[in-house]
């Protein structure tokens, strides 16, 4: 039997996961495209969102990414879908 999941639950899922790893760490975590490119460091969970430092970006402003290219999580960053330019 095959279980359909939506991706809203997934996004719930990975939020839960980032948070807890955050929580945990007490580090901000990398967050690398799906080249495995550096995109910034996570500052936090905003929502459905992941606010980035401004002080790893390159213009000096936060900038966030929807959980919805979050592709996983390990120990040392957020991975996600899409490669660093689709990035809002």
Do not use: C, F, W
């Not at 390159?58 to 120990?75: A, F, K, M, N, R």
């Amino acid at each position: 039997m095959t279980q359909n999941t939506q991706p809203g639950e997934i996004s719930d899922r990975i939020a839960q996961d980032l948070k807890a790893r955050l929580e945990q760490s007490g580090e901000h975590m990398q967050v690398k495209d799906v080249n495995g490119e550096h995109v910034g460091t996570v500052d936090h969970l905003d929502g459905d969102q992941l606010k980035l430092t401004k002080s790893d970006s390159s213009d000096g402003q936060h900038h966030y990414v929807p959980l919805t290219q979050v592709e996983s999580v390990d120990d040392v960053a957020v991975y996600l879908n899409v490669e660093r330019g689709a990035l809002a």
